[in-house]
């Protein structure tokens, strides 16, 4: 026996050796499954139409793929509370990619140090609203601290922009109507609420205005919160895809 065991350490090598040299001649299966892949991208690249039927049938699908596009599906995004130096110039650069117009609604003690973010949405043609000057409930206030309020907030605007802020979007949805104060205003509410500032989970707040929205919908979020923009940019992309346009609300209130 013990003469035997170096000869059958070798056997069984010679064996171990065989066995791997069979196994890795044999045709690999996701080698197999991948060809087909490389055969897929090679008709991608050649997409030119090289017959009449075909041209046909792509400029129909394109027609197709332009009547999801509705010029009447419109929506309105809306940001309350920034300007934040950080998440809110993270959205413009997200709309700007998309080509995207939104509006936000200011607050005056936010404006100081974060001029050249409201000269941005200005300039890429955002539109600016006013949120009060310090997130105060107009309701709670006397006329002439209530215009207080809004007047610091347009005053600060209008030095970057050269523009009052004619839209006003009352902290918790109070307004009083007997409101006369040195410009116009125009109150605007929301049709779609998703309590973005309530939840950090990016999917729920996306969840939540896409089971909502409708055409002409005034969607309220807020660029104070990473997750809100994360969830906004998503719903932007979604809601794209559904044919939806995006307006700033003066396009939606004034028609
Ligand atoms: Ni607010």
């Known amino acids: 026996m013990k003469k035997n065991f170096p000869m059958i350490v070798f056997s069984c090598m010679t064996a171990v050796v065989l066995l791997i040299c069979i196994y890795r001649s044999l045709p690999r299966k996701d080698a197999a499954e991948k060809a087909p892949e490389i055969a897929d991208v090679i008709v ?22 332009e009547s999801v596009w509705d010029e009447n599906k419109r929506v309105a995004l809306t940001f309350d509370d920034g300007p934040h130096p950080v998440y809110t ?21 936010n404006i100081p140090g974060n001029e050249e973010i409201i000269a941005r949405m200005n300039q890429e043609g955002h539109l600016i609203g006013n ?5 105060v409930k107009i309701t709670d206030l006397s006329v002439e ?25 009352p902290p918790f949805g109070s ?11 125009i109150p605007v509410l929301w049709d779609v ?6 939840t950090c989970n990016v999917s729920d707040v996306v969840r939540r205005v896409l089971e909502a929205v409708e055409p002409d ?28 346009t995006f307006v700033t609300v003066d396009e939606l209130i004034l028609e």
Do not use: N
């Open 44 to 65: 991608a690249v050649d997409a030119t139409p090289e017959t009449e039927t075909e041209a046909a049938w792509e400029t129909e699908t394109g027609r197709e793929t």
């Open 89 to 109: 110039v993270k959205l413009l650069d997200g709309l700007a990619e998309r080509g995207i117009q939104a509006t936000f609604f200011v607050i005056g003690e």
């Open 131 to 135: 949120h009060t000057y310090d997130h």
């Open 145 to 169: 601290e209530a215009c207080e309020q809004v007047e610091k907030t347009s005053a600060l605007v209008k030095e970057i922009t050269g523009k009052d802020t004619e839209y006003v979007r």
């Open 175 to 185: 307004w009083r109507k007997d409101l006369e104060c040195s410009f116009e205003m």
């Open 193 to 198: 609420d998703p309590l973005d500032w309530t």
């Open 217 to 244: 919908d005034i969607i309220l979020l807020h660029d104070y919160y990473e997750s809100s923009v994360d969830a906004a940019l998503l719903i932007v992309d979604a809601l794209t895809e559904q044919g939806y």
